[in-house]
């Protein structure tokens, strides 16, 4: 297999996947304590939602992002699969996925950013050195520590790389926008899983042709944050130089690219320096609260801002040597600047190419999910360690179809115990639609029983 492109001559890596198009429509989802027909369309954007606001047992679908509400008075009655879809037309755009993150020791005195698929609150623990295991067989030259960067220059050379990802959410009835990386010139692209988390419809404007295209979802590691896209009909794109991320050094001069704010147009520069390697953060998604823990970051000082995220971090070669992912910033909510650099969290482009590897070349595993998302039609919430308690169902989904009601906990599908509501979405990870699942459920009044349920195709995981 041959591999991406570490520099302007390198071989192209293989494409074309032949996924349907996702659905404009799915089975909408409502809000717990609320009547499902009268729940407002979700008016937040990331940037408005803070840490504190994102309670773990509030109630969430089954990859654990909690319902949001839905607009305007508008019946919130499900769409898609043969439902009507409400009159209301345009959503509400959030500035997508970055996860918005905050350190450690200054989560409480720094604001969120929403926006580089930054959706992430963290906190992180220091370690001296890089990881730098993987062996990727590669021919790039590492980037000198002593290099001048040129922000212009370099920029001009990487923005014809750079996609903007504009993402509709049909169960919140609203729409955000990321970054991403091409790969290759066929339109494989490389983002966050965050940015593309959520997508009911995806569409990709590239920054080298102007074009603008539709995309699906090749699969995606939702522990690592790493999706991998397909632009439909792309040709002649130019692919992103990859360099390598195991040459970085502390002190090397860097630049963020990316969609910041979501405004879309030309990326907008974020020149910094790496100020660590090897960074373990727990990162929690403003969208969802749900929260995940990351490994073998690069710390960055730049102001990497919402919207930036699953964009490059470039080196002062103009070689991507990671994908901007989370941040801790200096920006307040909504996008307005309270001054100074932030600190940025980038994924070291050899460990997010190796699981673009192994996503195109169609390998699942307990952590890579190739393909279409399956789709139950539940809200669950931990059941103090004996399960995953349904908190609603979605009106004529596949649950309620199947008998499923508020208050049922699921412990096991298809023999496999579930503990949590995180252990029910990574099984559902596993799963695709069309899926028969026999959900072992214990009732209100403490009956266990056996429920058979097929999954359908949801929105991306």
Known sequence: MSEYDRG???GGYPYGYGQGEYPQGHYGQGYYDQPYDRQPYDQQTYEQQTYEQQTYDQPRDQWGRPYPQQPYGHEGAPHGYGYPQPAYQPPPRKRHPLRAL???VVAIALAVVAGLGIGHLI??????????????GFSGQPSSAKTVLDVDAVSAKVNPAIVNVNTELGL?????AGTGIVLTPDGEVLTNNHVVAGATSIKVTSIGTGKTYKAQVVGYDRSEDVAVLQLQGASGLTAAAIGDSKAVKVGDQILGLGNAGGRGGDPVAAPGTVTALDQSITASDESSGSSEQLTGLIQVRANIESGDSGGPLVNADAQVIGVDTAASTGYQLNGRRSGGAGQGFAIPIDKAVDIAHQIVAGTASDKVHIGKTAFIGVSVSDSQGQGAQIRQVVPRGPAQQAGLAAGDVVTAIDGKPIDSATTLTNVMDTHHPGDQLTLTVTGAAGAQRQVPVKAIEGPVG
Not at 123 to 136: L, W
Not at 172 to 176: K, N, P, R, S, W
């Open 8 to 10: 302007p001559q390198g």
């Open 102 to 104: 905050t350190v450690a």
């Open 123 to 136: 906190s992180a623990s220091n370690s001296p050195t890089a990881s730098g295991n993987q062996n990727f």
């Open 172 to 176: 919140q009835g609203a729409a955000a």
